[in-house]
């Protein structure tokens, strides 16, 4: 299979797959400037599935870092009024909403830490709309990357062609380079389903996690719904949000957090790295935060608020998981968490517990459910990790032995 037909496989997916762009819905589309190629497939793929519409909107590495040695102080504390209109006026219409995100893991390494932090919070308070309904299920969307030379020489910089190693590498996790892919990201879905309803099912009141280093208990809310592959928006379209994706997740209950927990892999936060790091939880909360390399960025992360300090998403990936058995540190979150068992801390998915779209923030709160302007995700799983699910009795029941499934 040529590189031209896997690159189309992909924006076939990313499509019909992944965002399921409707007959006559408008699509809102993220692209950096490197991806130009694959972007205008994905644009003709979704006129093809009926798109009424696809607005474009570029993104550029170089522009943002110019942005950040250059411009005036006072810019990193507003987001540019008409990308506010155009994403959260793109929520309100309930548009599919496509993102490649792809950035170089270190772009903002060298830049000053508060004005990182204050652009985040910008965005993230100027686009409450827009996030409100994606963790809602308000809009079908999927969010994908693609090599660019930055990222490339990070993951294989002993490569000589790393950026056509990279490619193979994104072909392969995403199923592009088979033959019907389609077909076969319809039996993975499957077998996510299948471990999602087994686990809704027992509805254990915590997880108990164990592996060197990590001592941790995730309290899980009454009424948690596990969710990992496709998943339904509230007006009834499947879609897939992340492509790869190996996980299924829930909320955790944002008061009920207690101990230690080790990374195992490096976080990539904001154009920084972050390696070797733990949090320590009481009652929810993250009172202490170590860190071999970046602590400054997890100290920045955790003061965005107050619901950035407690943990809004739990989520369960082998360890056998075909990303994990690349044996390939990606440093890029959407693919190392498909490697890896992962929390995020801020913001949980409101559709994960029953009702949660339809509550207040108030009503939100009192069941468990953790705001923030945040939802990073952060890897802790490996083959030396244990889980047991503890029932409501409190009796304790394997859910992982050696980082793999043990029902």
């Known amino acids: 299979m040529t590189f031209e037909e896997k690159l189309k496989n992909y924006a076939d997916l990313i499509v019909n797959v992944g965002a399921n762009v409707q007959k006559g819905q408008n699509v809102m589309f993220r692209a950096p400037v490197e991806g130009a190629e694959l972007a205008r497939l994905i644009v003709d793929s979704a006129y093809a599935a009926g798109a009424r519409y696809v ?10 870092l110019s942005h950040f040695e250059h411009a005036a102080d006072d810019t990193f504390d507003e987001l540019p009024a008409w990308m506010g209109t155009a ?45 409100k309904a994606v963790t809602s299920s308000g809009v079908n969307w999927c969010l994908v990357t693609m090599p660019i030379e930055s990222w490339a020489q990070k993951v294989f910089p002993d490569v000589s062609d790393a950026m056509t190693k990279l490619w193979e590498a994104v072909f392969k996790a995403v199923r592009a380079d088979l033959a019907d892919p389609v077909g076969e990201w319809r039996k993975h879905l499957e077998r996510l389903e299948t471990r999602r309803t087994y686990l809704t099912n027992k509805q254990y009141t915590a997880l108990h996690y164990r592996a060197p280093g990590t001592d941790l208990k995730v309290g899980l809310p009454k009424g948690h719904i596990w969710f990992g592959g496709s998943q339904p928006t509230q007006a ?9 994706t190996e996980e299924v997740f829930t909320l955790p ?23 070797d790091f733990e949090f320590t939880f009481e009652a929810g909360k993250v009172v202490n935060v170590k860190a071999a390399q970046g602590l400054e960025s ?6 965005t608020d107050e619901g950035a300090k407690h ?42 517990i029953q009702n949660g779209a339809n509550m207040s923030s108030e009503e939100a709160a009192a069941v468990g459910v953790n705001e923030s302007l945040e939802h990073v995700d952060f890897m802790m799983g490996s083959d030396k990790m244990d889980i047991d699910g503890i029932t409501e009795s409190g009796e304790t029941e394997a859910v992982m032995r050696g980082g793999e499934w043990a029902f």
């Open 87 to 131: 994403l959260n006026g793109a929520a309100e219409r309930a548009d599919a909403f496509i993102e490649i995100r792809a950035t170089d893991p270190s772009l903002l390494k060298d830049q000053d830490p508060d004005k990182v932090a204050r652009a985040s919070k910008a965005r993230r308070e100027a686009l409450k709309p827009f996030m």
């Open 298 to 303: 997890l100290k920045n992360l955790l003061a």
């Open 253 to 275: 209950h944002k008061d009920r957090v207690d101990g230690v927990v080790k990374s195992t892999l490096p976080l990539s936060y904001n154009g920084n790295l972050v390696e």
């Open 236 to 244: 009834g379209i499947d879609y897939v949000a992340n492509l790869p």
């Open 311 to 352: 943990l809004g998403e739990v989520a369960l990936v082998p360890y056998s998981s075909p990303i994990s058995q690349m044996g390939t540190l990606f440093y890029n979150t959407l693919y190392d968490e498909n490697a890896s068992c992962h929390l995020a801390l801020g913001r949980a998915y409101a559709f994960t």
């Open 55 to 64: 607005d474009l909107i570029w993104s550029d590495d170089a522009v943002t």
